[in-house]
């Protein structure tokens, strides 16, 4: 693998890159640079997950000029969480480079953004709709706009922005330089290439580069009416110090998370029906680890990069090979090791080999954690944090209070109790998570949206969920 000192960048860029970590360039970091530093348009067929962010950024930041204070370089992405992250990213790459990125997206005061505007920041991040709307307002204006990027353009499109994207193209010059990135190439997207590119050089990372191998990758098979309860055991034998589960639904993720929060978790969910507000207290607990458990459904997910998930589960199995190379990229990271989890129902398991086999990956199956199994795991690491505890020392302050419980008790019974009170056992919690059937990969989800021609429609149909029975038991 290329080093970026091999790279050519200049020595602004190469100290920020060391800063963050990084020594050797991704796949696709290796093959774009180089190409988009000679001006050419890119089509870069890459997951999340892959560096693609640094594979634009780092172009951008040597062609910026400092000395005008226009926007010159423009990244479009489907989501607030990407936009944000995106516009970081850049910011940490320019540290030493007086290069300034300012994100722009829904839910965030446009007055707010328009004072950001007039700071003149030379690069912009945002969201399709939202930098259309500035644009029409004229607070931004990209006649000097050398550069755009299109930043998972498949997910804009299903999110029906195909229209808002050709409009924001429109209003760039002509000769711009145009990266585009997607994780599939449908066929709105070749569209949207011949129509605004100039013979783009095609750059494609294949999935068995885009599976890290520090991931962990089995599957258990379980009914349905099962899942949560096995979940619960596998978070308990697990350990995960920071997990992401991933729901088909909204109404899923608010199942599960309200359920796990009754059994003792300390869990958080996060979907399309939040408000920006809500979205960004859940993201905050997560990433400060007041919460460490997110439950979300892909969408929500899309661009979300909080370092140190050790955990993905996939609740639902994914519709398709895309899907799971996205999930558990959240795992695996930055030299780490990750583990990715898939629940497989009994009549799925075909579903299961087509993703082995379109993702180029084994996943392994593993036997169930009994009950007893899970239990006496769960009673190991909590005897191990109260041994902890003791050793710090830090509980003076209880020593009048347990003095007075031992007069009145034995002291096995107490620590007994204490062990009880530390494992957050709700043995009297009962839960319920609604059976959803899984619907056929090749048939969307019913879902209104706009279609790739702007209308209005429904793609696909909607497999109506059956009640499920309450769950009651330990684990």
Do not use: W
């Amino acid at each position: 693998m290329t080093t970026f000192y091999e790279l050519g960048i200049s020595e602004s860029l190469q100290r920020a890159v060391t800063d963050m970590g990084f020594e050797e360039t991704s796949s696709i970091q290796e093959k774009a640079i180089p190409v988009a530093l000679t001006g050419k348009d890119i089509i870069g067929q890459a997951q999340t997950g892959t560096g693609k962010t640094a594979a634009f950024a780092i172009p951008i930041l040597e062609k910026v000029d400092t000395t005008k204070e226009y926007v010159q370089a423009l990244v479009i992405a489907p989501t607030r969480e990407l936009a944000i992250q995106v516009s970081e990213e850049i910011n940490r790459l320019a540290k030493y480079m007086g290069i300034r990125s300012l994100p722009i997206y829904g839910g965030q005061s446009i007055d707010h953004q328009i004072r950001g505007l007039k700071t003149r920041p030379h690069i912009i991040t945002g969201t399709p709709g939202r930098l259309l709307d500035h644009i029409k307002r004229k607070t931004l204006r990209l006649d000097c706009t050398f550069m755009v990027v299109l930043d998972e353009a498949d997910e804009m499109l299903d999110m029906g922005f195909l229209e808002d994207i050709e409009q924001i193209l429109k209003e760039a010059p002509v000769g711009k330089q145009t990266l585009l990135f997607s994780a599939t190439m449908p066929k709105p997207i070749q569209n949207l290439a011949k129509k605004f590119m100039s013979n783009p050089e095609i750059i494609k990372i294949q999935a068995k580069e885009v599976t890290s191998p520090a991931v962990e990758q089995v599957y258990y098979e379980v009914n349905e009416r099962q899942k949560f309860d096995v979940l619960c055991r596998l978070l308990d034998v697990g350990n995960p110090e920071l997990a992401v589960i991933f729901g088909r639904t909204k109404r899923r993720v608010d199942e599960l998370s309200d359920a796990l929060n009754k059994r003792g978790y300390l869990a958080g969910g996060l979907h399309g029906d939040l408000n920006q507000r809500q979205r960004d207290v859940v993201m905050n607990k997560f990433r400060e680890g007041s919460i460490d458990i997110l439950v979300a459904t892909d969408v929500a997910a899309r661009g979300i990069d909080v370092s140190g998930v050790t955990h993905v589960y996939n609740f639902d199995i994914p519709q398709d090979p895309e899907s799971y190379v996205h999930r558990i990229g959240r795992t695996g990271r930055a030299g780490k090791t990750g583990v990715a989890v898939t629940f497989v129902m009994p009549r799925k398991t075909g579903q299961l080999r087509s993703i082995e086999k379109a993702a180029k990956v084994k996943i392994h199956r593993k036997p169930i954690p009994t009950v007893t199994e899970a239990m006496e795991f769960k009673q190991r690491m909590t005897s191990e944090k109260l041994i902890q505890l003791a050793e710090e020392g830090d509980y003076l302050q209880f020593k009048q209070t347990a003095s007075e419980l031992l007069d009145q008790y034995d002291s096995i019974t107490l620590v007994s109790v204490a062990l009880k009170l530390l494992m957050k056992e709700q043995m009297d919690e009962t839960v319920q998570i609604t059976t959803e059937e899984t619907r056929d990969s090749k048939k969307p989800e019913r879902k209104e949206r706009r279609n790739y021609n702007g209308n209005k429609g429904f793609a696909g149909r909607n497999t109506k969920g059956k009640r499920g029975r309450t769950s009651s038991s330990l684990l």
